[in-house]
Structure formats: C-alpha cells, structure tokens
C-alpha cells in the first residue's frame, strides 16, 4: 500500500462523499467553495455562486424519522438552496412521496398524520433530493475524476500521493477546523503539482541524456584507441 492509501484508511464514508461531491462541482464554472462541518450546519455545504447544496451523508438507511431529524437541524435554507441527503438505502416510498407531495394534497396530509411532519418540513421537503451511494463508489469517483482533472495518466501510486495530498488532507484537516476548501486553491495546487511532476519527469530525462552521451563519448574513445 502506497503511503498516500495509508493516509486515506482514517477517511469516512462523509469524507469520501465531501471528497466525491467537491471534485464533481468542481468542473462547473459557477462552483466556489466546500465548506466543512460550519457550526449549526449540515455536514458539508458545496456553494455555487447562486445557491447552495447543503448535504447530509448518513451511514445508515435514512427513514421518515431521519429525514425529519435532518430537517430540523438546518436552520437557515434559502429559497434557491437544495438539500441533498447522500445515504446508502432509503425507506420504502420515501423517494416516492417526497416527488409526489409537490403534486398531491392528500400525500402532505398522510405525511403529517402518519409521519408527523410539520409545515416547515413540508416546505423543506420539496428542496430534498436522495443520492443513494456507498463509500467505495465515492473512492472510485474520486480516483477517476481527479485523474481526469490533471489531464494526464499517473501510475496508482502517483495518484493516491495526489489524491491525499491535494484532497484528503484538505478535507479531512479542514473538517475538524470547520474550514473551507475552495476551486481556485485545487485549481492552483493542482497546477502546481503538474508542474512539479513535469520538472522531475525533466529532470529524469536530461540525467539519462548526460549519462548517455557520457557512455557514447566514452565508447568513442575506447573505439579510437583500438
């Protein structure tokens, strides 16, 4: 195991879900900004320069319950903002009736009867959207976006150094701090590391050049004295 592997073995399924959604947006001109664990706050906000995504990763199935929970822990949604819930199961008709309580009456009021959902959660609700994802489906995009973002093919060692480097500390380091991570500053890091593999991958080259003008030049000589 490459020591970058080793230092993404302490990341989270939420870590890896921040990781994933952050290298996903970061394609998208209007993207700004993660940030991370923010007091009274989801677990993770992606901010655009129009709205906000603010995210809620669970490990476990997310219930009529949790969703309520979830909801109640958010205390200020915009009107442009969406709430997305990264979870790897839901319960059975959630999905269902959160589309169709948008369309009809009687599913709001079996949702306040049966689940006891308030006005504010029924205001909520139709800003919820589900990405039913596990851990290792997150790792997988991580892995392969961020390859594509640096524009060039790196062996699996080179990659994970990159990916912990670049991502995993910063999202990981700054989750404890309540920091942000922002586009410009993987932008610039990513650059940066580009330029520093293509100076050593150079540097490489022109120490194989000297050394095979070295062995020719002495082979020259040893021809010439022959």
């Known amino acids: 195991m490459s020591k970058g592997a080793n230092s993404q073995a302490g990341f989270n399924a939420q870590n890896w879900a921040a990781l994933s959604l952050f290298v996903q947006c970061s394609g998208y001109q209007s993207f700004q900004r993660i940030e991370l664990e923010q007091p009274k706050l989801a677990d993770f906000v992606l901010v655009f320069s129009n709205m906000r995504i603010i995210c809620e990763s669970k490990k476990s199935d997310v219930t009529y319950a949790g969703l309520r929970d979830i909801l109640d822990t958010l205390p200020l949604v915009n009107e442009q903002d969406e709430i997305l819930i ?58 392969n976006l961020v390859g594509e973002r640096f524009r060039s093919w790196l062996p699996d060692d080179e990659l994970d150094d990159l990916i912990s480097n670049l991502l995993v500390k910063n999202v990981y380091d700054r989750s404890a701090k309540g ?3 922002t586009k410009v500053e993987f932008d610039n890091e990513l650059e940066a590391r580009r330029e520093s593999l293509k100076k050593k991958d150079d540097y490489k080259y022109s120490e194989r050049t000297a050394r095979e003008t070295v062995n020719k030049i002495l082979e020259e000589l040893t021809n010439a004295n022959d």
Not at 105 to 120: A, I, S
């Open 86 to 143: 990264i979870c790897t199961s839901t319960g059975p008709r959630i999905k269902e009736d959160l589309e169709n309580a948008k369309y009809y009456p009687e599913v709001n009021e079996r949702l306040v009867k049966k689940h006891q959902f308030t006005t504010r959660h029924l205001e909520l609700i139709s800003k919820v959207k589900f990405w039913v994802v596990d851990k290792d489906m997150n790792e997988d995009i991580v892995r």
């Open 179 to 181: 920091g942000n991570y």
